[in-house]
């Protein structure tokens, strides 16, 4: 049942009216009385309150007395608005009513911006109202020009409609003009409805439109349809390349402000492109060189004959080439270079462009040269120091003339420093490691030419920005935290330099197309009607993966954690947790083959399954209960698709942050905390005292970290010895078969909790054989594109057997079922009662034995003929 929309008046009069948070309408009307605080002329909403509208078409545009209907077929009556002021009526429409959080999800393209400016209303304003309510857009509507511009300059509308039909009321082209004049307007699309031309008469020419600034010409017609189909046009049109415009402005920005030199070139090698800092460190302005080939520049004759011969047959393969490179700056010095160059695929597969990456080499001789150039352009306010330039911002900075008129104080250290040092105290950041470099830089002046070249390695080193950056905190907008635990990552682990691997951040993923439940009982029919069966065994995952287009998490999130009551047991409201959910399954990489949000659904599906066990439940607690559900949740976020090995041999962040110990269970639980309290939207753990959340946090965190496969026979034999023998004891000496081992035996309930887990995530060779085969064939082709990864890379292969060339998933699978699955899997059926489960084990294990035999016959059929 919908509620009231909200009313929001701004301080200029303009009144803003949108659906209420709680409305599940997405079209209200709206009363506003018209008391003493009226709006500004030209700025007010109108209802239609006062004409009876039936309720039936209580959505028609506000001020109409006449109700059309969505469809197009537009009605007849009074207008009303003959004794009404020129207004401008904002409305905003949602689809689906959502919370922040779920807002966010979305693309910048379900929130475009609409204006139209009518004089009147008629059929075609209203014509293009309800085409703007049908597209999802925000529109405004006003009715003078001067309403009409303070609302674009409060707005920045991505389209303007203008009507352009009659010109007693106001000049259309002047508006268009007075809008283009500001600077919003740049990347707003402006259109322009005509009156229909005679057929008698010849079209009139569009040009003096285009001059007045507008964008594109309509001819009146007051059809939903047409209208509609306009405004869609030019959002899959110009509007979409105005956001990509945009954000290649962005990109731009970086670009120019990035300490690296850069520099693009088209496939012919001529220059299109080249960064401030690639003007400073050669020497040239960008007018020298933008439209240039780069064999018309001088080259230094220090390269070998051979080596721009090398590094153009690399990238004409459309392959990355790294290296060192000798360069020619304008005064004629060669200077040393670490150069990357990256071909850009383009249209067709064809490369396009050629993104060059360089930064100084750190030689003693070049340090000379880079200081004498600073020492000449006398700028002592902004300093550069191995392509790294460091602005002063502190109040009291010391600079080079700062430093250099203290050599009275301190003669000797000033004699034997370098004079990148007055920089280094310049800078804002001040850490251990600025210490460690001045300490080096005084040691480099008297030191010998092979240790001051050491030196200036070493500095390079500790130069890199990650060392600045701190390696701890939440993953969110903060730049010196998001290199560490980056958030939603659709891409998985990039190559930075070295064996540096970082995880990119993970963009939220968009799905406007799906809208997101308020609540379970809002659930879509065709979802609902699969979670039905969600306490089955058989249930189908992949089914739901589908259904949700990949978001399978949320719903059944919300499903299993309302049967089992952990909203009241956390007293938190199912907004929150809803809003929860979408956060961690926003973590999740849609990208993994296996381990993404639709394995965390799977492994919470089993852990609610074992859960509703009647051994496991009498062992168990609530809190024990709802620990696990969270858990098993987020047991995998963020998970980069590569295994722990591999993390540790590449040298990742995350494997020195946690010293090569349960690298991605200590990650997966440490982020999921960080997401989870960062904002109190979705902290689900914000209303329980703190000793229920410090207990429940320790048993989350114990049972994510009892995944790490390290410790799996440790866990098996734990929960052999300590729970299966007394329990098998206990039946034997006639005690009830039924009786709650873990009841008040903290001990046991933790060793019932690591196995439930740990059975729930790699239960796919219990599952039905159609599901099993599916989920062999994802973590085989996830293993298959490590093992690439590590070919490529020149890392050691973890796996060699998951090699996508050789590999038989017959075998892996049956050894991973004899080594792994078949005793955990025979202890926890003698604790939990599973008989399902393992007839689905053997019949999937004879599967996989028939499937290995007969390759095996085809491979002898040869040798036998």
Not at 343 to 356: E, Y
Not at 602 to 616: I, M, Q, S
Not at 640 to 661: M, Q, W
Not at 744 to 768: G, H, S, T, W, Y
């Amino acid at each position: 049942m919908g509620c009231a929309p909200s009313i929001h008046v701004s301080q200029s009069g303009v009144i803003y009216c949108r659906d209420s948070e709680e409305s599940n309408s997405p079209r209200q009307t709206t009363s506003v009385s018209q008391g003493p605080a009226a709006p500004l002329h030209g700025l007010f909403v109108q209802t239609d309150a006062a004409d009876a509208i039936p309720p039936s078409c209580a959505s028609g545009p506000p001020g109409a007395a006449r109700v059309r209907r969505a469809r197009g077929e537009l009605g007849s009556g009074s207008s009303g608005g003959s004794a009404a002021p020129a207004v401008t009526t904002c409305r905003g429409r949602r689809r689906h009513c959502c919370s922040s959080a779920e807002a966010e999800t979305q693309t910048s393209y379900t929130s475009v911006k609409v204006l139209l400016i009518f004089a009147k209303e008629d059929r075609q304003s209203d014509g293009f109202w309800w085409a703007c309510d049908r597209a999802g857009y925000r529109c405004n509507i006003a009715r003078t020009p001067e309403s009409a511009l303070e609302c674009f300059l409060d707005k920045h509308h991505e389209i303007i409609v203008i009507d352009h039909r009659q010109t007693r009321n106001f000049d259309a082209e002047a508006v268009c003009r007075s809008i283009r004049a500001t600077n919003p307007s740049e990347h707003t699309v402006i259109l322009a409805v005509v009156s229909q031309t005679c057929s008698d008469h010849e079209e009139a020419s569009v040009l003096p439109l285009l001059h007045a600034g507008f964008n594109r010409r309509f001819m009146e017609n007051s059809s939903i349809i047409a209208c509609y189909n306009e405004l869609i046009q030019i959002e899959h049109g110009e509007v979409r390349s105005q956001f990509k415009l945009r954000a290649c402005n962005s990109v731009f920005t970086a670009l120019d402000h990035c300490h690296e030199a850069i520099e693009i070139t088209s496939d012919d090698h001529v220059i299109q492109y080249v960064n401030p800092a690639f003007e400073r460190m050669m020497g040239y302005h960008k007018g020298e060189l933008l439209g240039k080939e780069l064999a018309e520049l001088p080259k230094s004759d220090k390269n070998r004959a051979d080596l721009l011969e090398t590094i153009n047959t690399c990238i004409k393969k459309g392959k990355e080439w790294q290296g060192v490179y000798y360069a020619r700056r304008k005064s004629g010095d060669s200077i040393q270079q670490h150069v990357k160059i990256t071909p850009v695929i383009g249209q067709g597969g064809k490369i396009r462009h050629f993104v060059s990456l360089k930064k100084l080499c750190c030689t003693t001789d070049n340090n000379k040269q880079i200081h004498k150039v600073h020492r000449d352009s006398g700028d002592n306010s902004q300093t550069e120091s191995h392509s790294f330039r460091y602005k002063n911002k502190r109040k009291e900075s010391i600079d080079v003339k700062s430093i250099s008129s203290r050599g009275s104080d301190a003669p000797s250290l000033q004699n034997r420093r370098y004079p990148s040092m007055a920089r280094i105290h310049s800078m804002t950041i001040e850490a251990p490691i600025t210490k460690v470099i001045n300490i080096i830089n005084a040691a480099q002046e008297n030191s010998p030419v092979t240790v001051a070249e050491a030196l200036d390695r070493v500095l390079e080193i500790l130069r890199t920005t990650e060392l600045y950056s701190p390696q701890l905190g939440t993953k969110d907008e903060d730049p010196h935290t998001s290199d560490l635990v980056g958030g939603l990552m659709t891409d998985g682990l990039r190559r930075l330099s070295g064996n540096e691997y970082v995880f990119t951040k993970n963009v939220h993923q968009s799905h406007s197309h799906l809208s997101m439940p308020i609540t379970i009982s809002d659930v879509p029919p065709s979802i609902a009607q699969l979670l039905d069966n969600e306490e089955s065994w058989e249930f189908n995952i992949f089914e739901l993966e589908a259904v949700t287009h990949k978001r399978p998490l949320v719903y059944l999130g919300l499903k299993v954690f309302s049967r089992f009551g952990v909203c009241e047991f956390l007293h938190c409201s199912e907004t929150t947790l809803r809003a929860w959910l979408q956060v961690i399954e926003a973590n999740y990489h849609s990208s993994n083959a296996y381990h993404n949000s639709t394995h965390a659904a799977d492994v919470l599906h089993a852990t609610a399954f074992f859960l509703g066990k009647e051994r496991v439940k009498g062992s168990l607690d609530q809190l024990d209960e709802v620990a696990a559900l969270i858990a098993a949740t987020v047991h995998d976020v963020d998970h980069p698709g590569r295994t722990n090995s591999f993390l540790c041999n590449a040298g990742s962040e995350l494997a020195v942050l946690y010293n090569d110990t349960a690298v991605l269970e200590s990650h997966h639980t440490a982020l999921a905390f960080q997401l989870t309290v960062k904002d109190n939207k979705c902290n689900i753990f914000k209303n329980i005292d703190r000793n229920h959340y410090r207990t429940l946090r320790q048993a989350i965190i114990d049972m994510v970290l009892a995944t790490e496969m390290t410790k799996h026979f440790e866990h098996v034999n734990k929960f052999v010895n300590s729970i299966n023998k007394p329990m098998a004891a206990e039946v034997e000496g006639g005690d009830c078969d039924c009786n709650p081992i873990g009841k008040n035996f903290p001990e046991n309930q933790l060793l019932i909790k690591r196995m439930m887990i740990k059975c729930a995530d790699v239960a796919n060779p219990c599952r039905p054989l159609d599901l099993c085969i599916e989920w062999a064939g994802r973590i085989s082709e996830e293993y298959f594109a490590q093992t690439d990864e590590e070919k490529r890379q020149g890392l050691p292969v973890v796996m060699p057997v998951f090699d996508r060339n050789t590999c038989s998933i017959p075998k892996s699978q049956i050894s991973f079922i004899d080594y792994f699955i078949t005793d955990m899997f025979d202890a926890w059926d003698a604790f939990a009662h599973l008989p399902a489960l393992m007839q689905h084990l053997a019949d999937n294990y004879k599967h996989w034995k028939t499937l290995d035999d007969l390759k095996c016959k085809s491979l002898r059929l040869p040798s036998d003929s």
